[in-house]
């Protein structure tokens, strides 16, 4: 049986042009909080790739090497006051997180592509019912539930690449309206 070793992070570096990296320290002061990990700063300016684990109980994907992106939106009324410079602001609610991630599905020893992966993924896409993403990143925004709605899904092409490796991009919102009755 031949043994393929495969370096992830050059793996990805062949399909995405750049990792993510940590920004550097913030001048925010997060001490007290759930932000507050002086661990952290050991990896300030390091690439980051961590496992995503996305299932809906009767699919289920991992991906062990993946990067994501996290941006969130809030709605905010402006009220423009006369004779003042500049409105006024009123939050009127926080809207929903997006994850984009960028990862590569590899097939397991013996396969030639990772077809089963891909397949699971597109069942994940096209599920009616809440997709679980689980990730260390994700859950610092999703505190009561990991539900989440895939809206895209992406399979670049590849071009003279080794066929085992199958690079994908995917974006999802968080889901965390759960009850429409308040109580």
Do not use: W
């Not at 007290?32 to 684990?53: C, K, M, N, S, W």
Request: proline content about 7%; charged content about 25%; aromatic content about 10%.
């Amino acid at each position: 049986m031949s043994h393929i070793t495969t370096d992830l992070l050059q793996l990805y570096r062949t399909f995405f042009p750049g990792p993510y990296a940590i920004e550097p320290k913030p001048d925010i002061d997060y001490s007290g909080t759930r932000f507050d990990a002086p661990y952290r700063e050991q990896f300030r300016g390091r690439d980051v790739f961590l496992p995503i684990h996305l299932t809906n109980g009767e699919y289920e994907v991992d991906v062990p090497c993946a990067t994501m992106r996290v941006t969130g939106q809030k709605t905010v009324i402006r009220t423009a006051v006369a004779e003042r410079i500049g409105t006024v602001k009123e939050t009127y609610n926080v809207g929903d997180y997006q994850f984009a991630i960028k990862g590569v599905l590899i097939a397991p020893a013996g396969k030639v592509a990772p077809d089963d992966d891909i397949y699971r993924l597109r069942m994940l896409f096209e599920s009616t019912t809440p997709v679980q993403l689980i990730n260390a990143i994700s859950d610092l925004f999703m505190d009561d539930n990991r539900n989440v709605c895939i809206t895209d899904l992406e399979f670049p092409e590849v071009e003279g690449k080794e066929l085992r490796c199958r690079p994908f991009s995917l974006t999802c919102e968080s889901d965390c309206v759960t009850n429409l009755i308040a109580g």
